[in-house]
């Protein structure tokens, strides 16, 4: 039962339609998988899976039966047949976007046009934003095309994780009305937080989680790291079709000893490594819709250096729980590297504030009290909608 502003609304089951794989590390998988924990935490812990609360397609089901519907990939519209109430939360740009970046690469700028056949070609043929083959322009267009005639279409409540998603999609012809923001959540850690000390602010290692793919920036931070004091360790978690390329870089860079590749990391080693950085580092050269990494640095008591683009300042107050960065800037990057490593007292404090801004703003209760609060008045127009 989720209660807010005297309004209760009762949910037996809560269910979230998505292609994720929840056991996954990347950030859809691990909102989703939070949401479902949370929503359902009596059922999952006498035994329920969390798999049963996840819908892999909308085709063969009776979505009469269901008294809403929480969608996260919007190819499933296809399938939504408008016979009950439901949300669709936007949580990336492939709505709006058919390489899915916003970002050209070649040019190593962040996209402002709209959605556009001839535009967004030469994007992927000039500007390196997608694939050059004709044939996968085509096909990304064709689906970024047909989500976003599908959403204009449908009668359902629209959730952007980010201002910065909400006006890409006004701006793409959404109608301001139909989409509003709800910034996103994460689960506390599993075992106790260690606020930042000196022993280990000495040790002087700092943190990037994600994907490794050029437009997540590792190539910024690289070359950020060398201008650094060599005393100054980078933990990398995260894997990706880029690795090979990265390691090399490093290994020309002459950077490779003050380097430690741990692949995808999940669970206690995850908070293994939050734990033992003075610092996270978030470098992402394209426009971040959001960007869990994160609240997930504020929720182990330690500040965030990041790129400010996209969703990513909406996140963080700059100079209090973070120090926001300009984009692909390989000095600002490295100064604040600098000034983190070498000012303890500042590292805890920023690290402090941090904390309190996701205790106050960013844990699931509170998200989920403002999710309901979207669930109660999607439910309510949509009765109104079938009783007229």
């Known amino acids: 039962m989720l209660t807010i502003n005297q309004t209760t609304v009762?949910?037996?089951?809560?269910?979230?339609c998505s292609s994720a794989n929840i056991g996954g590390g990347g950030g859809l998988e691990t909102y989703i998988a939070a949401l479902i924990n949370s929503q359902n935490y009596e059922l999952i812990s006498h035994g329920t899976q969390p798999e049963e609360f996840v819908i892999r397609s909308l085709k063969n089901i009776n979505q009469s039966e269901y008294q809403l519907l929480h969608i996260h990939d919007p190819d499933m519209l296809i399938d939504f047949r408008e016979e009950c109430p439901a949300v669709l939360t936007i949580?990336?740009?492939?709505?709006?976007?058919?390489?899915?970046?916003?970002?050209?690469?070649?040019?190593?700028?962040?996209?402002?046009?709209?959605?556009?056949?001839?535009?967004?070609?030469?994007?992927?043929?000039?500007?390196g934003c997608g694939s050059r083959r004709p044939q996968n322009i085509f096909k990304s267009w064709q689906h970024s095309y047909e989500f976003l005639q599908n959403i204009k279409n449908t009668n359902i409540t629209l959730i952007a994780n980010s201002n910065y998603v909400r006006k890409e999609m006004?701006?793409?012809?959404?109608?301001?009305?139909?989409?509003?923001?709800?910034?996103?959540a994460v689960e506390r850690?599993?075992?106790?937080?260690?606020?930042?000390?000196p022993e280990i602010h000495q040790q002087q290692r700092i943190l990037f989680v994600g994907r490794i793919v050029p437009y997540k920036g590792l190539e910024w931070l690289f070359k950020a790291l060398a201008k650094t004091d060599s005393k100054i360790r980078l933990d990398i978690a995260g894997d990706g079709w880029?690795?090979?390329?990265?390691?090399?870089?490093?290994?020309?860079?002459?950077?490779s000893d003050r380097i430690t590749w741990h692949g995808w990391c999940n669970g206690e080693k995850l908070e293994a490594l939050y734990q033992q950085c003075f610092s996270v580092v978030f470098p992402s050269l394209w426009p971040e819709p959001a960007g869990l990494v994160t609240l997930e640095a504020y929720a182990h008591c330690r500040p965030i250096i990041a790129s400010a683009s996209g969703g990513i300042p909406e996140y963080i107050q700059d100079g209090k729980t973070g120090i926001l960065v300009e984009h692909n800037h390989v000095s600002q990057l490295s100064d604040a590297i600098t000034e983190l490593a070498n000012n303890y007292h500042k590292s805890r404090l920023i690290g402090e504030q941090g904390q309190a801004w996701f205790e106050a703003e960013f844990i699931m209760e509170i998200h989920?009290?403002?999710?309901?609060?979207?669930?109660?008045?999607?439910?309510?127009?949509?009765?109104?909608?079938?009783?007229i």
């Not at 009762?10 to 979230?16: A, M």
């Not at 050209?104 to 994007?123: F, N, Q, V, Y």
């Not at 880029?242 to 950077?255: D, F, H, N, R, Y």
């Open 242 to 255: 880029g690795k090979p390329k990265m390691i090399e870089l490093a290994q020309k860079m002459g950077l």
């Open 368 to 387: 989920l009290q403002r999710l309901a609060d979207i669930y109660s008045k999607t439910i309510s127009d949509f009765k109104c909608r079938i009783t």
């Open 189 to 197: 850690p599993q075992h106790p937080v260690i606020p930042l000390n």
């Open 10 to 16: 009762s949910y037996q089951r809560i269910y979230h």
């Open 91 to 127: 949580h990336n740009h492939c709505t709006y976007c058919p390489s899915g970046t916003k970002y050209l690469a070649d040019r190593e700028k962040i996209c402002d046009r709209s959605m556009h056949p001839l535009g967004c070609t030469w994007g992927h043929l000039i500007d």
């Open 170 to 184: 006004i701006f793409n012809g959404v109608s301001p009305d139909k989409i509003m923001t709800l910034l996103c």
